[in-house]
């Protein structure tokens, strides 16, 4: 009951259900109307109309047992009670229509009672009009006749009028240039004149209009060839002129001539532009060859930077689309305006003209579209650089966006497709181009890795040829970091490279989504031609170390060989899943086409990582087997004498081989060995092994004995297991190491049988066997191996010994015992577990580099207060602090930034020669401009006319202190704004002192170690031009106040003033030398050197002059000469020491070097220990204090403040004594500390 009372319109979706059903149960259609449908004779059908509910029943009792027939009971009323309430419903609906329909009738019967009444109405309104049109029609019929035949003699005088006033109305419009008009008037007459035309009236009156419609067709031919008409009135000309039978070809021809001539010069400009670009780009080229490389970010030569060219490829599109392609759409336009799309009437319809148009504009559009897109390949093929990757993309996406514009133009043109191939091109060429990048990349973070092993001597024991020792505790960075910033320079660099190609992929840009390029371009472009061919070429180059290298590993570091093994296994574990699952996810690769498969990758990388082990193994194996043979070969082992001792190679094969389980054991697992037995280092060795019986030996030997010891030995070998020398190694230490070592004591074993043995000789060969077996049984995986082996070598050398006289194993174990202890006390071992080393840190630290900023400019200001005040004491108080006014003046800031232009005007200026800098990280050479003497000069020539104009150059005194305060303030500057510029620097650039992650150390030491902008220098032009001859300029201040205040210098103030000009004279006429300074080629560019170049040197190096201008000192003759002697001294120590090394660095052949003695070093450079530098260690120093104390000596002994340079200087030559200490410690090793031997005094002779 509750269906029944719902509202029908509750449920929608229920009242159609129910209508449907009573439609179907009643057999109406859709329309209401009676279908006829086939009776179903079924009695069992309840829908049917022969059902019979006895037979229904009957069937139900004997198919369905009791509960089925309750189940069809309720099922039966519950569709009985819906049929009910729809039936209700049903019945509810129709009364509500019927009660409507019943109105509706009632309203329509009052609407056609007015209307029948309006109807009568209007049926007598027409009987009146009709009878009133009778009465008209009959009042005129008499007259219609004459009406008909007066209006037909009227329109032939009117057409015999228009005949003979046509030449003149074709005359007036001419005139009036209203060609249309005159046409169209000629056209209407053409056909009455020609039928006429043998009547002499007629006749002259075609040749009048002839004559005229000459005229006008040559006006409208020389309108169409100016072409500077709009496109409606060149739109009527044509049509004029096809109208007067022009040929249609013609005026085709003519169209596109006048056309191609417009576009022709859009073509000339793209092409000039492109060879402006093509020079610029030359240009720019040959500057960055100069450049380094590093693997580890991008620069001048990196691949990943693009050239700089005259106009970017963006601007150049721009141009050609707006230009070249915007004009062909209007000519195309205008074109098919009038030729294709204008219809054809008459007898222009029979001449096909749209065909014959049609053909000549594909003809013209694909012949200019052709040197269009040779201009933009041309274009596109000098993107080199893939740094930038927008502006191609962009420039890519508005070219294919506008030739769309020709597509709908044109739908049958190719010129669109040859469009879109050029973007594909384009795209394929800028994969190879990235890949091109990703392997020099790659082969450039090797070089780096390369140099790493080589110069900072990790903990690699056997990693060189010369074997090695222990481990270095200082070295770095160790093997796992080297592999770590290796792995990940080179996934970031891919994950960049990837970044930059996604930009063709965008959303916004037109071609992305186009079938014919994201498919094919994402799956063979990106995922096989970039990421699969760029893990190919790391695979394959890989493995080339391997193939190129000669019997000893050629010049590959066996540690480069394990890494890289260790990176190939770890491309094959991980990194080639992962990269190639965020190819397919970044770009949507869609594998319609064959790609190469994640496990064929990692199957290659797994085959280059087996190779490269094995070949480590061997490189290894033979290193140690060079010694072990050399060692037998080079012995007399019949003439020897009674071993005392472990030969040092078996200590020296002890250390190597445990230096190389420390390095192995940096990359990989431990691995699993067999149970060890407690006693092996305890096993001794018979002299005659297992497989040669001693009875051949014993003195009841003869040589009838009926068993063959060869024989034995023989048979022995046969039931032994196979030992295979060079079979492939697993990916743990383990393995690794018992490969090297079957190698090693394989040859050694090979060795002893090619020689002949002596009784000393074969006790010596067990003593050396004895003690290899105490070590090496550790490293290997079966230490049955190392018994056998060692075993097989002692038998060896007892069959080949003369007198085979055993020594006895008490006596051995106390030889290897005494060897034992020695080796446990220098190198035997090493820790396993080597802990990361931390960079020293100078100047304090983070905190030194957060005190020094702020406290040495304060210092400066102080140093300079207190030298002018009367008392000039440092220990004064309270301190003679100057107001705030006197710290400033904008005249101050006018000379700093005005001195700061000069020099670098005067370092740009292409004067001097260009020397190149010492080799960098990335292998490059820096070229720098020797020209800072002429600068010096040409300063010198300028403060002579400055003196003779009368400018008051001792006004600096009263200008000192705003001077030093704005000094400091561009340095403050030019610090924050190299560091700020130095996270954009490629990391090969960067300072190894000044990149620790901490920033204030970091902005103190100087991040960046060569900052450049373009050619110009920053750290090289402050090193000596601002600073130090700002120098002598405030000196000159100084001289010429002290003028002014007495009259003439003094003779204290001259000798300053000439003491430290000789030594700025002398820095920078040997400027070149600076190139192989500490703080040129080790130390970073920050506050450090920026303050120190810009405010420290020229603000206290000089205080002694200021000193003397506010506290006058008098010098005796005897005094001065004593002064000048010692300055003289000094400067001859210092000059002479530094020609020395620096003629020994440029020619060791020279003759003034050439008879030096020298120590050689493991870099191959040699050190001097004769001539100035067997002197002391740093001669040059010594130099540079004794010049330091001759300049405060004229100052007098009264204040301490003159002498705060020596002070200071010698604290900073000591503290710069150290640090070379220690990097050449690092850089030389053992030859530095032989060095340090022969010249153990550091700067003053016999005191330090």
Request: net charge neutral; proline share 5%; glycine share 6%.
């Amino acid at each position: 009951m509750s269906s029944a009372t719902t509202p029908p319109d509750s449920d929608p979706t229920r009242r159609r259900q129910v209508h449907s059903m009573l439609k179907l149960y009643y057999g109406l259609n859709e329309e209401g109307k009676v279908t006829e449908q086939a009776d179903s004779l079924d009695p069992c059908d309840i829908n049917g109309p022969h059902f019979d509910p006895e037979v229904y029943l009957n069937k139900l009792r004997k198919e369905c047992s009791l509960g089925e027939l309750m189940d069809h009971e309720s099922c039966m009323v519950k569709q009985i009670r819906s049929l009910d309430s729809d039936m209700q419903t049903l019945v509810y609906e129709n009364y509500n229509k019927f009660i409507s329909a019943t109105d509706t009738i009632r309203k329509m019967k009052n609407d056609f009672k007015k209307m029948e009444d309006e109807m009568d109405c209007l049926s007598a309104n027409m009987a009146a009009i009709t009878e009133f049109s009778a009465r008209i029609s009959g009042t005129l019929q008499d007259q219609h006749a004459q009406i008909t035949k007066l209006s037909g003699v009227h329109t032939l005088l009117r057409k015999l009028q228009f005949l003979f006033e046509l030449p003149a109305r074709l005359n007036k419009c001419l005139e009036l240039q209203a060609y249309a008009q005159a046409v169209s008037a000629h056209r209407k007459a053409r056909c009455v004149l020609q039928q006429y035309s043998h009547m002499p009236s007629f006749r002259g009156i075609q040749d009048d209009c002839h004559v005229i419609m000459e005229k006008l067709a040559q006006q409208l031919r020389q309108k169409f060839r100016d072409g500077g008409s709009s496109a409606k009135d060149l739109s009527e000309c044509v049509e004029l002129l096809l109208q007067l039978d022009e040929p249609a070809e013609e005026l085709c021809d003519k169209f596109l001539s006048h056309a191609q001539s417009r576009l022709e010069a859009d073509l000339q400009g793209l092409e000039a532009e492109l060879k402006d670009s093509a020079v610029t780009d030359t240009g720019g080229g040959l500057v960055q060859k100069t450049s380094p490389v590093s693997p580890s970010s991008s620069s001048t030569t990196n691949p990943f930077l693009s050239p700089t060219a005259g106009t970017d490829i963006l601007e150049f599109i721009d141009r050609g689309c707006n230009e070249f392609v915007s004009n062909l759409c209007l000519v195309i336009a205008s074109y098919q305006e009038l030729f294709i799309n204008r219809p054809q009437e008459g007898e222009l319809a029979s001449k096909n003209i749209p065909e014959m148009a049609n053909g000549k504009l594909h003809v013209f559009v694909d012949t200019l579209a052709a040197r269009y897109f040779s201009l933009v390949e041309r274009r596109i093929q000098e993107e080199k650089g893939v740094g930038d990757n927008s502006l191609l993309v962009r420039a890519l996406d508005r070219f294919h966006r506008r030739l769309q514009a020709i597509s709908k133009l044109i739908p049958g043109s190719a010129v669109p497709s040859q469009g879109t191939e050029i973007v594909v091109r384009a795209a394929r060429e800028r994969i190879k181009q990235y890949l091109s990048a990703l392997q020099t990349f790659y082969h450039d973070s090797l070089t780096d890795v390369r140099q790493a092993l080589a110069a900072p001597r990790l903990a690699v024991g056997g990693a060189s040829a010369s074997g090695g020792g222990a481990t270095n505790k200082d070295a770095t960075p160790s093997l796992p970091e080297l592999l770590t910033s290796l792995s990940n320079f080179i996934l970031n660099q891919l994950k960049s490279v990837l970044a930059s190609v996604h930009l063709f992929t965008a959303k916004d840009i037109t071609f992305s989504n186009k079938p014919y390029f994201k498919g094919e371009f994402c799956s063979q472009g990106v995922r096989e031609g970039l990421v699969v061919s760029f893990i190919k070429f790391i695979c394959q180059s890989s493995r080339q170390y391997c193939e190129s290298a000669g019997d000893r590993g050629g010049s590959t570091p066996p540690a480069l060989l394990l890494l890289l093994s260790r990176l190939c296994l770890d491309y094959e574990t991980s990194t080639i899943s992962y990269i190639l699952t965020l190819t397919d996810e970044q770009f949507l690769v869609q594998h319609h086409t064959p790609v190469t498969p994640v496990t064929a990758l990692c199957a290659e990388a797994r085959e280059a990582a087996q190779k490269l082990l094995n070949h480590y193994v061997k490189v290894q194996g033979l290193i140690i087997s060079q010694m072990l043979r050399k060692s037998v070969e080079t012995r007399d082992w019949v003439n020897t004498i009674e071993p005392r001792n472990v030969r040092a190679v078996m200590k020296r094969v002890v250390e190597d081989t445990t230096s190389i389980d420390v390095q192995v054991g940096l990359l990989y697992e431990e691995g699993v060995r067999k149970a060890h037995s407690s006693d092996s280092s305890k096993r001794t060795f018979s002299v005659y092994s297992s497989s040669r019986q001693q009875i051949r030996y014993a003195p009841s030997y003869t040589p009838s004995a009926p068993m063959d010891t060869n024989l034995l030995s023989n048979i022995h070998k046969l039931f032994s297991e196979r030992i295979d020398i060079f079979s492939p190694v697993e990916f743990n230490k383990v393995s690794v190491l018992t490969g090297i070592i079957k190698i090693s004591l394989k040859t050694f074993l090979e060795c002893v049988r090619l020689r002949t043995f002596g009784r000393y000789g074969l006790q010596q060969i067990q003593v050396d066997c004895h003690y290899l077996q105490m070590y090496l049984w550790r490293f290997v995986s079966d230490e049955n191996l190392v018994h056998f082996l060692l075993d097989e070598i002692v038998g060896s050398a007892a069959h080949r010994c003369l007198d085979p006289s055993p020594m006895e194993q008490s006596v051995i174990e106390v030889i290897c015992e005494r060897g034992k202890f020695v080796g446990n006390r220098g190198k035997m071992k090493p820790n396993k577990h080597k802990a990361t080393h931390s960079a020293e840190r100078e100047f304090g630290g983070a905190l030194g580099a957060t005190c020094i900023p702020v406290f040495l400019p304060l210092t400066v200001l102080y140093l300079l207060s207190v030298c002018r005040s009367p008392a000039a004491s440092v220990l004064q108080w309270p301190p003679p602090l100057p107001p705030a006014a006197h710290l400033w003046d904008p005249l101050a800031a006018v000379l700093i930034v005005g001195w700061i232009t000069l020099q670098s005007f005067l370092y740009l200026l292409p004067i001097g020669k260009v020397s190149e800098g010492l080799v960098l990280r990335g292998g490059s050479r820096l070229k720098y401009p020797i020209n800072g003497f002429h600068a010096l000069s040409i300063t010198a020539i300028l403060l002579l006319v400055c003196l003779w104009l009368g400018m008051p150059f001792g006004y600096l005194f009263e200008l000192i202190l705003p001077l030093a305060v704005c000094a400091i303030g561009v340095s403050y500057l030019l610090s924050m704004y190299l560091y700020i510029r130095s996270f954009w620097a490629p990391q090969h650039a960067l300072s190894l002192g000044g990149n620790t992650g901490n920033p204030l150390y970091d902005f103190f030491m100087g991040r960046e170690l060569n900052p450049r902008i373009g050619d110009f220098d920053l750290k090289y032009f402050c090193e000596l031009r601002p600073g130090l001859i700002g120098w002598v300029v405030i000196n000159l201040g100084m001289l010429m106040k002290e003028v002014e205040l007495r009259g003439s210098p003094s003779l204290a103030m001259l000798l300053v003033n000439g003491f430290q000009l000789l030594y700025v004279t002398d820095a920078l006429w040997n400027e070149e030398a600076v190139l192989t300074t500490m703080d040129i080629v080790h130390d970073g560019f920050g506050f450090m050197l920026a303050f120190g170049d810009l405010a420290w040197v020229p603000f206290t190096y000089g205080l002694q002059a200021m000193f003397l201008v506010v506290h006058p000192q008098s010098l005796s003759s005897l005094r001065a000469a004593g002064i000048l002697l010692l300055n003289g001294i000094g400067y001859y120590i210092f000059r002479k020491s530094n020609s020395q090394k620096n003629q020994f660095r440029r020619d060791p052949t020279n003759k003034s070097v050439s008879h030096l003695e020298t120590i050689a070093t493991a870099t191959g450079k040699r050190l001097l220990v004769s001539g100035w530098w067997g002197f002391v260690r740093h001669p040059n120093y010594l130099g540079d204090l004794l010049m330091a104390l001759a300049w405060s000596l004229p100052c007098g002994m009264s204040h301490i403040l003159p002498y705060f340079y020596v002070i200071y200087f010698t604290i900073l030559l000591i503290h710069r004594e150290a640090r070379d200490e220690k990097q050449c410690r690092a850089k030389y090793g053992l030859a530095w500390d032989t060095y340090c031997r022969r010249v153990p005094y550091r700067i003053i002779p016999y005191i330090y």
